[in-house]
Each structure stands twice: as structure tokens, then as C-alpha cells.
């Protein structure tokens, strides 16, 4: 017990003991599982409205649209990519993109639109006064474009620039990982592109885009999501707003709506590493526990305690093979299907050394994991989940994301229990099914030692992971 003394003839008292003359405290209690914090309400066009109140004085407020690249298979690849570029131009209200930011402005808000292979997230930062002002935009903005000729125009520039850009960068993860896709479900739903490709860049136009907007931006896909506010109020403002709103393509029953579930092909791609995993609720969780445990980054800078040292690929590959550059586990989850990836990569005449070393590592995945390993991953799982979570942007995305496509959201605490319930039983189980699959490989450089797509699933077939062995009378 802490005491402290006056000094003198005081006695020494303990700091737990009440003072004489002062009121007894009256504590604030924390539930600590914030239970009904995300508020869900259905309109009657069947637009769903979620919010989570976070005391304060900003708000995030957005729309999240059922809506990406894997539903372009009966249209020209790339319109989510122009779309992301199209977002908050010219609308029916707004005559220009300035005109957007200075009424932003005026409530200290920045906006955003971001797309993904299956979402299309338009969203508003700004105070919490500016709300109505905020949903009015947002209706605006996504079912009022304008789509003028001169803004697809300076799109086609911007998106000939990214695409110059993406073959130029040093960094190859955002090629590489279009690439495994490519590979993993070819042809179809999360392996179409993301990227326009340069050959679509002149199709795109307002009458394609119109198309697609017609059958994919219906009420029914899209949500309302905000953080930071009173949910009674947002219902308010969506129903003002996107109630009885006729989009600018005007209003018919979706008539080409693509609902194909991916479908896992394997196989290569050359211009690390990917199995198929079924998104399913038992899977995902386990899945994200042995992507934490697997770990990895880069040769250049390991890092000090809680930045991945003990993870496997850095204990059996970064710190035993001076030689590679990098060895990384990568999680792509989606509503149907997964992917778990090691990136690895090293100097062109170690390629084949390399793929075996990664191959025996996904062979070894299959045994039983540690004790210490598998609690240390599920604790930086947990950890990881909560601080991002400590975010205003990152829990719209969470909210919006979850009721987009499951219609209710889990709470921090309901994930990290499901964590904390994940044994090496279940490691074993998820690893043993994707190990059935055929593999999915990306191959970007030098590839001259690069082993043949069969050699690959051979080793990932075998006990040990080994690559069959080659004989060359000539080198």
C-alpha cells in the first residue's frame, strides 16, 4: 500500500484511506464490450444505415457500395478504377470538384473515395455540426455525377499515369498482388483486374458507365455508414437524402447483377505465393492467427520485440538465409474465398533455392504449432485489432464493411474471443485443406531459375517440401 506523510508529528496514511470532510467518489463504470454502440436500421428502399457513437467533435460519415472489379465480368475491366478517379467531381448541385472541397471546407471536412475488388467507399471526414450538409453531399456525389466529357478525359490521363507509374515503381508488392490474383482466379470475380487495363482506357466512356451504374448502384447494396454520431440523426439525414432520390442514369430494375461466387484455379503467372483458404466464418479467424504467425518483412531492418523477430519467417528464413531480400506472409480475405501469400523475393541466381525454402515452409505450416507461438500470434493479432480500431476512419470502414456484407457487425470483443478460442487443432485443420488445392504462383524478374509449375506442386504435394531434383549434364 502507498502512504505518504506530511512530515512532523503526522502520521503516515495510506493514499486508499478516504480524507476527512471530502464527498466519497462516485466512479464511472465501463462496460468495456461496448454493447450496443453499432445501431443498424433498414429504410424502406432497402438502404441500410449503421453508426457507432464516439464522442467528439468530428464525425466520418459514408456510403459503401456492394460494388468493385470482380463485377465487371460482362463489362469493359476498369470502370471501378474510374470511378475512384470520378469520385466528388461535378454533380448535379456542385458544378465542380472545388466547389465540393470548399463547402467541405467550411466544416473543416476532406473527402475521400477509395475501391477494392469488391467494395466502393465513398467517404466524409468533418464536424459533427456539418452532418446534413455531409449525407446531402454524399447522395450527390454518388447517385448525381455529371460525368462530363472533359473530367473522363482528364481520368483517362490520370489512370494512363498510375498504370506508367505501377510499371515503374521499385516496390513490386501492388503488381505482384495483382498478379497472384490473376493467377489464383483466372478469369473470374477477384482475379479480374483492378487496374484498367491500357487497352480498355478509351472504351470507358459515360454510356458504359451509366450501364453499370444502373445495375450496381441500387439502394439494396449500399450502406450508410458514420462514426461520431447520434444514429437517430443520421436515419434523419438518409432519409431526406437517399430515400425517394432519382440517380442522374436514371431508375430500373437490376437487370446484369453478377452474384458468382470466386473460383480457385491455381496456377502461374511470370511478367510469392498464394493457396486457396474459403472465407468461411471458421476459416477466417484461424487463417488470420497462422498469417500473424508466419510473419516475416524484410532482410534490411529486423526490428526490436513486437515487430515480427519471432515470427517463422523470420527464426527459419530471414535469419538462416542471409541471401533473401525479403520473406512476407500476406492475408487477402474475401465474402467467398482467401488467399494466404508469402512474398518472398532474392538475387535472380537463388530463385529456385528460394521457392524451396518457401515451399518447405508451407509444408511445415501442416504440423503442430508451438504453444508460445501460437499464443504470441493471437496476442499480436489482438493487439493489432484494437489499436487500429483506436481509429475514427478505421471503424467506418469496419461498421460499413461488416454490414455491407453480412448485415450486422461483431464487436472488438466478440473478435478477440474468437481468438483467443483458435488451437493448433484448428491451424492444422485450415493449413491441411489449403495444401489440397493447387498452388497459385506470381513470378516477376530474372526467372531463368524460376522451377516449372509442376516441380512447384510436386514439392508442395510431398512430406517435406522439397523440389524434385534436377540433373543437367551441361551448365
Not at 116 to 134: I, P
Not at 240 to 267: E, F, H, M, R
Not at 388 to 407: C, Y
Amino acid at each position: 500500500t502507498l502512504k505518504y506523510s506530511s512530515g512532523g508529528g503526522y502520521p503516515n496514511i495510506s493514499l486508499s484511506t478516504p480524507l476527512p470532510g471530502i464527498p466519497k467518489p462516485v466512479f464511472a463504470s465501463v462496460d468495456g464490450h461496448e454493447k450496443y454502440e453499432t445501431k443498424i436500421t433498414t429504410l424502406e428502399n432497402g438502404l441500410k444505415v449503421a453508426s457507432q457513437n464516439k464522442f467528439g467533435q468530428f464525425c466520418t460519415v459514408g456510403i459503401l457500395v456492394n460494388s468493385g472489379s470482380r463485377h465487371e465480368a460482362k463489362y469493359p475491366s476498369g470502370i471501378a478504377h474510374f470511378i475512384e478517379k470520378l469520385a466528388f467531381s461535378s454533380t448535379a448541385q456542385y458544378g465542380s470538384k472545388d466547389e465540393i472541397l470548399l463547402t467541405l471546407e467550411k466544416h473543416g471536412g476532406i473527402c475521400d473515395c477509395q475501391t477494392s475488388r469488391d467494395t466502393t467507399m465513398y467517404a466524409v471526414s468533418a464536424e459533427v455540426k456539418g452532418l446534413d450538409t455531409v449525407v446531402n453531399l454524399l447522395s450527390d456525389a454518388v447517385l448525381q455525377p455529371r460525368l462530363l466529357e472533359e473530367e473522363i478525359e482528364m481520368t483517362r490521363m490520370a489512370v494512363r499515369f498510375e498504370l506508367e507509374d505501377l510499371n515503374m515503381r521499385p516496390d513490386p508488392e501492388p503488381l505482384l498482388t495483382e498478379m497472384i490474383h490473376a493467377a489464383a482466379y483466372r478469369g473470374n470475380t477477384v482475379g479480374l483486374p483492378r487496374f484498367c487495363p491500357v487497352q480498355n482506357v478509351e472504351k470507358i466512356d459515360k454510356k458504359v458507365l451509366h450501364n453499370y451504374l444502373r445495375n450496381y448502384y441500387c439502394p439494396e447494396r449500399m450502406v450508410l455508414a458514420g462514426v461520431g454520431i447520434e444514429h437517430e440523426q443520421l436515419v434523419e439525414c438518409a432519409r431526406k437524402y437517399l430515400l425517394n432520390v432519382k440517380p442522374a442514369w436514371g431508375i430500373s430494375a437490376p437487370a446484369n447483377v453478377d452474384l458468382s461466387v470466386a473460383q480457385y484455379t491455381g496456377g502461374i503467372v511470370k511478367c510469392m505465393w498464394v493457396e486457396k483458404i474459403m472465407s468461411t466464418e471458421d476459416d477466417f479467424i484461424p487463417f488470420a492467427v497462422l498469417n500473424m504467425m508466419m510473419g516475416g518483412g524484410g532482410s534490411f531492418s529486423a526490428g526490436g520485440p513486437g515487430k515480427g523477430m519471432f515470427t517463422r519467417l523470420y527464426l527459419n528464413v530471414l535469419n538462416r538465409h542471409h541471401w533473401m531480400y525479403n520473406a512476407t506472409s500476406y492475408h487477402h480475405s474475401y465474402e467467398d474465398s482467401g488467399l494466404l501469400c508469402i512474398h518472398a523475393s532474392a538475387d535472380p541466381r537463388q530463385v529456385r533455392e528460394m521457392v524451396e525454402i518457401i515451399t518447405k515452409e508451407f509444408i511445415q505450416m501442416a504440423g503442430n504449432a508451438g504453444e508460445m507461438e501460437l499464443e504470441r500470434a493471437k496476442t499480436q493479432l489482438k493487439s493489432m485489432l484494437m489499436m487500429n480500431l483506436e481509429s475514427r476512419p478505421v471503424i467506418f470502414e469496419d461498421v460499413g464493411r461488416q454490414v455491407l456484407s453480412t448485415g450486422k457487425r461483431k464487436l472488438p470483443h466478440e473478435l478477440c474471443d474468437l481468438i483467443s478460442n483458435v488451437t493448433a487443432g484448428d491451424i492444422k485443420r485450415v493449413t491441411t485443406k489449403m495444401l489440397r488445392s493447387k498452388p497459385a504462383v506470381a513470378a516477376l524478374g530474372d526467372l531463368t531459375e524460376l522451377p516449372s509449375y509442376e516441380h512447384i506442386q510436386a514439392a508442395l504435394s510431398s512430406k517435406d517440401g522439397r523440389l524434385p531434383r534436377m540433373y543437367r549434364l551441361f551448365r
